[in-house]
């Protein structure tokens, strides 16, 4: 049984307007969230992370929003540039070192 | 600074051959390792996580197996490979701590 969900599995967006990609989880002992990049044929590389104890995190482009009680969280890139094109996995762990991922969401970005 | 190496690239294999793919982390000591498969379509299964040497754990009931002999150091084994073993395979690490994992840039595999 899966407990993140990526429910859209494309988005696409036109380059410098933003990108909101969404992420739903199950499992309420989820205390820590993640998103990755991938471009394809590369493993994933790191983007941003959240902790439960906060709503909102803020990397440059990068803002991860995290609503607990929707067990919902969301990542905006703003503006959205061509290199942003690639599959985003949301991940979450529940205290220990173990994640869980979504399935992914590809991103296009249009000139 | 670490980093991590996963080989081969690519690999294509005929159904019923053996299969052994090597995971190496440099510049860190007592990592958590991690085999994760990527599937067409789908996202990423941990496979198994190690927290030391000799200790692997398996998260699903499958054709293959892992091991740790050396501290950073992490292979991912089948006897017979299965057409279902195709996909891609990423080992990834992190610290004994948790957060975030890093990965390696993947072994894209083909049972034909």
């Known amino acids: 049984d899966q407990q993140v969900k990526q429910n859209s599995p494309s988005l696409s967006v036109q380059e410098g307007r933003i990108s909101i990609l969404n992420c739903d989880y199950t499992n309420s002992m989820f205390d820590y969230f993640l998103w990755y990049k991938k471009y394809p044929a590369e493993g994933p590389t790191f983007l941003i992370s959240?902790?439960?104890?906060?709503d909102k995190n803020e990397d440059g482009r990068f803002t991860v929003f995290l609503n607990k009680s929707a067990k919902h969280l969301s990542l905006h890139i703003v503006p959205s540039q061509p290199g942003d094109s690639a599959v985003y996995f949301c991940a979450a762990s529940e205290g220990d070192y173990k994640l869980s991922f979504g399935a992914g969401t590809t991103v296009t970005v249009r000139a | 600074s670490q980093t991590i190496h996963q080989w081969p690239a690519t690999l294509v294999q005929p159904v019923g051959s053996p299969l052994s793919l090597e995971c190496t982390v440099e510049g860190t000591s007592n990592p958590n390792l991690y085999w994760y498969r990527q599937a067409a379509g789908r996202g990423l299964q941990l496979l198994f996580y190690?927290?030391?040497?000799?200790?692997i754990s398996s998260e699903v009931p499958q054709n293959l197996s892992a091991s740790r002999p050396q501290d950073r150091q992490f292979i991912l084994s089948s006897k017979k490979l299965l057409l279902s073993d195709s996909g891609f395979y990423l080992c990834a690490w992190d610290g004994q701590e948790g957060g975030e994992q890093f990965f390696g840039p993947g072994t894209r595999l083909t049972v034909l």
């Open positions: 959240i902790s439960s104890i906060k």
């Open positions: 190690s927290v030391g040497i000799g200790q």
